[in-house]
């Protein structure tokens, strides 16, 4: 055999195991991720599966997620993990939930079912050491050729535990060309034999009725960017949310984010980034027949001279008593001022310009006087925090009386970092 032909038999070998172990997309590009400590390694496309090769590293103890632990009532449990055992312990727990599926992202109706586990229990916990690292295989259904983009979702974190849950895996899974349409004439379905008139026909067994197929757990996707209300870049942020009573927390590194929710549950998220002041908004899926929700966020920094206003600040019809709707949004305030332990304030209170002047002057100067001793009430220093009441000498605006109420308001400036 010549060189030549020794080449070219080699390399239909090499393309015939390529085939025969399909597409593989060695460490993919992941938009976000629900925990730092698992990571895709690699996914594998073969005729009959989409193989996900991942790894988990046992976060050392300074290092876990300060996770509340909660027994588990059931083998099968609504979200896995691992779910930290208490202070001072040395491993933890893991397993992969069976229930986990593949999506197209925005469109929750294309799953991919799980299929078998490799080197992790799907039915019971398995202790990991301190510090170890566990590589272990997920199964699914194959993704259908075209999508090269797709989500992993474990579940939704509940008691105490936090599920693993990838969104926006990018793969190499690239459309196959139509196969050539057979030329071969189609043979034609022989006739059914002519039955007999006077033949009785055979009594049918009674059937018993298929069981229901069991209906599977609705899902909505929230997913938006988080950017600098300034700059209009993406920034990184952490997105915080309760879930049947338990507080969930989501990084983002890009900016990006993509949250699974329940139509069952309203849901109230908090937005906060390091050097930003933070932001929240509500969201209830089941009141709209929308699958996918967007939600892009503005959190403005923490700049000197920047006037930030404090939504959400709730006063007593003409006085300057706060009310308790006022509290979520002051201890917004209250964080930002411990994790920026440099940062100093001016309370600024104002008023519309209906009525006595001087009254509102003074009114103002109250409820920013109301601000700045919640504050001091949480712990932060009075020499940080200046309050002043500028009554109705700044209005933001001069339209409608609906519009006029907008000038009633409390802000902050940064004086000094």
Known sequence: MNFKLLSASFGAILLSIHTSFGQVTENPKVEESSVPYVKIKKVELTDAHTVIYLQFV?????????????????????????????????QSQIWLDPETRLYKPGEI?????????????????????????VNFVAYFERLTPGIEEFDFYEGRSSGGNQSWNFYGIHIRNPLKKDAAKSTKP???????????????????APQTP???????????????????????????????????????????SSGKYRVGVDPGEKYKFRVTARGYYGSS???????????SFDQDVYLTPLIVGETILLPNIYFETSKYTLLPESFEELNRLVDVMRDSPTVKIRVEGHTDNV???DKNLELSRQRAESVKNYLMEKGIESSRIEAKGYGG????????????????RVEFVITEM
């Open 281 to 291: 908004f509500s969201l209830a899926p089941g009141d709209s027949s929308d699958k």
């Open 210 to 252: 298929a069981p229901a197929a069991k209906k599977e757990a609705e899902m909505a996707v929230l997913k938006g960017t988080i950017f600098n209300a300034k700059t209009k870049e993406p920034i990184a942020a952490q997105v915080s949310y309760i879930e049947s009573g338990d507080t969930l927390q989501i990084r983002s």
């Open 58 to 90: 046992e976060p050392k103890a300074q290092q876990r997620p300060q996770f509340r632990s909660q027994p588990r009532m059931s083998p099968f449990p609504d979200s896995r993990v691992p779910q930290f055992p208490q202070q001072g312990a040395s």
């Open 355 to 357: 009525g006595d002047f």
């Open 109 to 133: 109706d294309k799953k991919f079912k799980f299929i078998k586990a490799q080197n992790i229990t799907t039915t019971t916990k398995t202790s990991v050491a301190n510090g170890d690292t």
């Open 393 to 408: 000498t700044r209005p933001i605006t001069k339209g409608s009386e609906e519009e006029r109420k907008k000038n009633r």
């Open 186 to 204: 189609v043979a034609k379905a022989a006739a059914p034999p002519v039955k007999n008139p006077a033949a009785k026909p055979a009594a049918k």
